[in-house]
């Protein structure tokens, strides 16, 4: 490459280094800070009402070439099924954010994993696809409370 000035993919040479830990090895607890050796962000939108500032929202994320992750309310989903499918097909990523906006803190492990499980069915059945990601809403202060 030096010798010519060319780019010669077959004479790169390189070593891959996997990193130390995979999300996979994490525990299922929330996560509140990312490397600080790698410079990247993510966003998270949590949306459960608001409906006027989504398509303001798509356009600028769009427009600048960025994904991010939107956090349904499964009631929001109910009454938003068009909305919903078109931040799906403008791919970005979606998640869990219970179906009802309660306080998850005060309620037991059954009512929340019912919230849970109600707006994944909701999701599914409006997009086709089961989220991954939950986005508690008010925060979750016993994570352990959905995790046991």
């Known amino acids: 490459m030096k ?5 010669h993919k077959n004479k790169v040479v390189y070593k891959e280094k996997p990193p130390n830990v995979h999300l996979e090895n994490l525990a299922p607890i929330p996560i ?3 490397n600080p050796e790698k410079p990247m962000v993510a966003l998270l939108i949590n949306v459960a009402w608001g409906n006027e500032y989504i398509p303001t929202i798509l356009t600028t994320l769009k427009e ?5 992750t939107f956090f349904f309310d499964g009631s929001w989903v ?7 499918k078109m931040i799906y097909r403008e791919g970005h990523e979606i998640g869990n954010h219970a179906y009802s906006h ?3 803190k005060k309620r037991s492990k059954s009512d ?3 919230e849970l499980e109600k707006t994944n069915a909701l999701i ?4 086709g696809i089961k989220p991954k990601w939950f986005a508690p809403p008010s925060g979750l202060t016993n ?3 959905i995790f046991q």
Not at 3 to 7: K, R
Not at 64 to 68: C, D, E, G, I
């Open 3 to 7: 010798s010519d000035g060319n780019f």
């Open 124 to 127: 599914e059945e409006t997009i």
């Open 112 to 114: 929340t994993i019912q």
């Open 78 to 84: 109910k009454k938003n099924p068009d909305l919903a």
């Open 143 to 145: 994570p352990l409370r």
């Open 102 to 104: 309660l306080d998850l």
């Open 64 to 68: 600048s070439k960025v994904k991010a």
């Open 32 to 34: 509140y800070k990312g």
